[in-house]
């Protein structure tokens, strides 16, 4: 791990390889260690950084005003990188989105893994899928807000727990945990949002993305992958991966290491 200075904030992220620069950024559910299945894969081709968002994992939140795509920017100006691919899963797909439209120029390639979008709302039919699932969790207690998050998020609607790995639901539990704390944290900082939203802008990403989901995530994220396959004009769309979940690269790397190498410049 090394910390590099970003708009006033020490971030942390991993450096692997060499080759064209692939940045990867993780789901609000989780931190960099997400990615520890494709860091090697993709370093055999690419130069490879994970990085922890602003707030999460190892990186730092000092108490004033940013945006997490202009630190995406920043991160590239701090290792004089002119462009680079990004990799997002979730929220940080949905950043990814944010920094190829308020930086155009940085992003080479988009590939975006059950993706959230800034300015998307979630459907009444997943609302009431939480309810379902979860219910209502104090959000005060981080284990029992994580161990309802991964039931929903990354055991799926369409599954139950006994069907997934339980190593799997221990890490996803234990990097939850953490990125609730970031975001309670991250509720008391000013964060700018892109204005005006991804949602409406899709048409504007003009360069390649890769879109794709997992066959067990909320509907709500298949059927959003689809509209930014519809709408962005050089966008290829992945057929769902069968049998993951929210966290499909940690999940099944194997098909998505292999859509990547095959995706990324």
């Known amino acids: 791990m090394t910390k590099i200075e970003v708009n006033g904030a020490l971030l942390a992220y991993d450096d692997t390889g060499s080759g064209t620069?692939?940045?990867l950024?993780?789901?609000?559910?989780a931190d960099r260690r997400m990615w520890r299945e494709?860091?090697?894969?993709?370093?055999?081709?690419h130069r490879?950084?994970?990085?922890d968002l602003r707030g999460y994992g190892d990186s730092e939140l000092p108490p004033t005003p940013f945006a997490h795509h202009d630190d995406v920017a920043g991160l590239l100006d701090a290792l004089d990188l002119?462009?680079?691919?990004?990799?997002?899963?979730?929220?940080?797909g949905a950043v990814a989105i944010d920094t190829a439209l308020a930086h155009p120029e940085r992003v080479s390639a988009l590939a975006l893994l059950g993706t959230a979008a800034s300015g998307h709302e979630w459907s009444e039919a997943a609302n009431d899928l939480w309810e379902s699932l979860v219910g209502e969790v104090d959000p005060e207690d981080f284990a029992a807000s994580a161990a309802g998050e991964v039931r929903f998020w990354v055991v799926g609607p369409g599954r139950?727990?006994?069907d997934v790995d339980p190593a799997l639901l221990a890490f996803a539990h234990e990097m939850d945990q953490r990125a609730l704390a970031a975001e309670l944290a991250l509720s008391a900082v000013d964060v700018a949002e892109l204005d005006p939203p991804a949602i409406g802008r899709l048409g504007e990403l003009r360069m390649p993305v890769l879109v794709g989901a997992g066959a067990a995530d909320v509907p709500d994220i298949s059927r959003l992958a689809d509209r930014i396959a519809a709408e962005?004009?050089?966008?290829?769309?992945?057929p769902d991966v069968p049998n993951a979940g929210h966290l499909l690269p940690l999940e099944?790397?194997?098909?998505?290491?292999?859509a990547l190498l095959d995706f990324l410049p």
């Not at 490879?48 to 990085?51: G, P, R, T």
């Not at 002119?82 to 940080?92: D, E, N, T």
């Not at 962005?232 to 992945?238: E, G, I, Y």
């Not at 099944?252 to 292999?258: D, E, G, L, Q, Y």
């Open 21 to 23: 620069p692939v940045v």
């Open 232 to 238: 962005a004009p050089n966008a290829v769309r992945l």
């Open 252 to 258: 099944r790397p194997a098909p998505v290491n292999a």
């Open 160 to 162: 139950e727990p006994a």
């Open 48 to 51: 490879v950084i994970a990085l």
């Open 38 to 45: 494709q860091v090697g894969p993709l370093a055999a081709r």
């Open 82 to 92: 002119p462009r680079a691919a990004l990799v997002g899963c979730s929220f940080g």
């Open 25 to 29: 950024l993780h789901a609000g559910i």
